[in-house]
């Protein structure tokens, strides 16, 4: 258990809806990462915050957006939603948010467009 | 444009004998690589990670190997065991302005054998 938990563990839904995807970071960890799995595409970086700040961006899609909150816990909110949007979504923490610093990745919620 | 690549989709070895996972990488701007395992159904799993100003980094029956010259890295377990069985990925960082990423390779399936 890395202690980064992830809900819901599974989501399916329509094409054109708007999910949103929650993460809990470890205990003392200040920076939040998000990752997609898909088939063809492998793990690939969306998003990071540091503190509540958005401190790198990958190729996230402009229906895609995140923020980190207070308490540290970071939400990805999912658009529009299309087929092709179906795959993994992992969250990651680390403590300090530098390049140096293990990323510990939670469990994932698997998601479904029909 | 594939920047951390794994040429083996898949690495079947025997219980005891050692596995070897391999991983290039084209960015020379990667200072930071690490390990990841993976289970189904669940986030991956840090195993070990080296920086740039080592060669080697030791962690149990784990070893990972880098050779920045061709840009080259390679993890090995000693001895292998079932349990081992999983999916590993490569992963890479740069140092970047702000924040930081992973860059992932595509995986290795290691299957051992009993």
């Known amino acids: 258990d890395s202690g980064v938990t992830q809900t819901p563990k599974h989501l399916i839904t329509a094409t054109g809806q708007r999910v949103t995807l929650r993460c809990s970071p470890r205990?003392?960890?200040?920076?939040v990462y998000w990752y997609q799995q898909s088939l063809d595409q492998g793990l690939q970086f969306l998003i990071q915050?540091?503190?509540?700040?958005?401190?790198a961006k990958g190729n996230i899609l402009e229906r895609f957006s995140a923020q980190q909150f207070p308490d540290l816990h970071s939400e990805l909110n999912l658009s529009s939603l299309e087929l092709g949007d179906s795959a993994l979504y992992f969250c990651?923490?680390?403590?300090?948010?530098?390049?140096?610093?293990?990323?510990?990745f939670g469990p994932g919620t698997r998601l479904t467009v029909l | 444009d594939q920047q951390v690549k794994q040429n083996s989709p898949s690495l079947s070895v025997q219980e005891g004998r050692i596995s070897i996972l391999n991983c290039d990488y084209t960015?020379?701007?990667?200072?930071?690589f690490l390990w990841y395992k993976k289970y189904p159904a669940e986030g991956p799993t840090f195993l070990i990670s080296i920086s740039s100003i080592k060669d080697k980094n030791e962690d149990g029956r784990f070893t990972v190997f880098l050779n920045k010259s061709a840009k080259h890295l390679s993890l090995h377990i000693v001895p292998s065991q079932p349990g081992d069985s999983a999916v590993y990925f490569c992963?890479?960082?740069?140092?970047?302005?702000?924040?930081?990423?992973?860059?992932f390779g595509e995986g290795t399936q290691l299957t051992v054998n009993p």
């Open positions: 990651a923490s680390s403590r300090m948010g530098r390049p140096t610093d293990t990323q510990y």
């Open positions: 205990s003392g960890d200040l920076s």
């Open positions: 915050y540091y503190n509540g700040e958005e401190r």
């Open positions: 960015n020379s701007m990667f200072d930071y």
């Open positions: 992963a890479a960082s740069a140092r970047e302005t702000s924040g930081s990423r992973l860059t």
